[in-house]
């Protein structure tokens, strides 16, 4: 492993190619207006270049190298064990949400609605905004299992309902 590339380039090219390093020129600046942020910013730098010199021992670079190497691997491995989650649980949504449009299906052929819209869209290609239930014959298969037994149960729910003006829709 070459120690030297631990230096960092921008740094580099900055001090030996240009004719001002651009943070001495800001620290000038900030010196006249913020004396005491720009004394925290030199030994902020100066410490930077002193790890920066500390980290081209070749003893130090390989032990930094590998510390990183198996830092990266370990992200590696905790990314991917969370990724694994994440697409399980957008498998049983998927699942639960085909489930839930099967069950709204056979709602709505119980009832005779729209399956698209129930008829609350205009714009559905399927009904034009009249698929409210009873506007299509009721599936008698799904009528019998989702409607009948709550009819049977609950018999005085059609007390007069019959007889009253049937609602345009
Ligand atoms: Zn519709």
Same mark, same amino acid.
């Given at each position: 492993?070459?120690?030297?590339?631990?230096?960092?380039?921008?740094?580099?090219?900055?001090?030996?190619?240009?004719?001002?390093?651009?943070?001495? #020129?800001?620290?000038? &600046?900030?010196?006249? $207006? *913020?004396?005491?942020?720009?004394?925290?910013?030199?030994? !902020?730098?100066?410490?930077?270049?002193?790890?920066?010199?500390?980290?081209?021992?070749?003893?130090?670079?390989?032990?930094?190298?590998?510390?990183?190497?198996?830092?990266?691997?370990?992200?590696?491995?905790?990314?991917?064990?969370?990724?694994?989650?994440?697409?399980?649980? #957008?498998?049983?949504? &998927?699942?639960?949400? $085909? *489930?839930?449009?099967?069950?709204?299906?056979?709602?709505? !052929?119980?009832?005779?609605?729209?399956?698209?819209?129930?008829?609350?869209?205009?714009?559905?290609?399927?009904?034009?905004?009249?698929?409210?239930?009873?506007?299509?014959?009721?599936?008698?298969?799904?009528?019998?299992?989702?409607?009948?037994?709550?009819?049977?149960?609950?018999?005085?729910?059609?007390?007069?309902?019959?007889?009253?003006?049937?609602?345009?829709?």
């Amino acid at each position: 492993m070459n120690p030297g590339l631990f230096i960092d380039p921008p740094y580099a090219m900055i001090s030996n190619q240009l004719p001002a390093n651009p943070m001495q #020129v800001l620290l000038s &600046k900030l010196s006249e $207006e *913020q004396p005491e942020l720009a004394q925290l910013l030199t030994t !902020m730098q100066q410490q930077r270049q002193q790890q920066t010199s500390e980290a081209i021992e070749p003893l130090d670079a390989e032990i930094h190298w590998r510390e990183q190497s198996e830092q990266a691997l370990s992200e590696l491995k905790r990314a991917k064990a969370v990724n694994n989650r994440l697409l399980r649980i #957008v498998d049983d949504l &998927k699942e639960a949400l $085909e *489930q839930q449009a099967n069950f709204e299906d056979a709602l709505a !052929m119980a009832l005779g609605a729209c399956p698209d819209c129930w008829g609350e869209s205009v714009d559905c290609p399927n009904c034009a905004g009249r698929g409210r239930p009873g506007h299509f014959a009721p599936n008698p298969a799904q009528f019998n299992r989702w409607v009948l037994p709550t009819l049977r149960r609950h018999p005085h729910l059609l007390n007069g309902l019959l007889t009253t003006r049937r609602q345009s829709n």
